[in-house]
């Protein structure tokens, strides 16, 4: 069992550089992935824009997951995995977006105010089957690869 796909999301201004936004999440998500990037007005009225990378290949999606690295993998079990698991099967990852722009991994949490980008992994699970175990089981696999 695996992922089935994977999508990352990041909500940036008009300020932002796009390019370095689009060329990290082409790295984090892989080459093959589709890009798309959606114009629109926030709340105020200010241009805002919504970037997403998004894989629908179960391999690729895992070398996604992969990517996010030991440290951070252990870090997701240690925090308890059902956090970030709802009840459609998704997988749910917050990164640092400066971080990453730098190249680096840092996962967000709720003291985080700085720009996100949003990975939601969709959990490859059949009915029987414990999603918690299913992705578990995954990620430390990922871990033991190393």
């Not at 969709?122 to 999603?131: A, N």
Request: net charge negative; proline share 1%.
């Amino acid at each position: 069992m695996g992922l089935h796909s994977v999508t990352w999301r990041v909500n940036t201004s008009a300020l932002d550089n796009m390019d370095l936004v689009e060329d990290s999440l082409k790295w984090i998500s892989g080459e093959n992935s589709i890009i798309n990037k959606t114009k629109d007005k926030s709340f105020h009225g200010a241009e805002q824009y919504s970037i997403t990378a998004q894989i629908k290949k179960k391999k690729e999606s895992i070398i996604s997951l992969k990517k996010l690295g030991d440290e951070i993998l252990k870090k997701i079990l240690e925090d308890g995995i059902e956090n970030r698991v709802d009840d459609s099967k998704y997988l749910h990852v917050r990164l640092e977006l400066d971080k990453l722009v730098s190249g680096e991994i840092c996962l967000a949490n709720k003291n985080t105010t700085s720009a996100t980008v949003k990975g939601r992994f969709k959990i490859e699970s059949y009915p029987g089957d414990s999603i918690i175990e299913v992705i578990s089981n995954l990620i430390e696999s990922l871990i033991e690869d190393d």
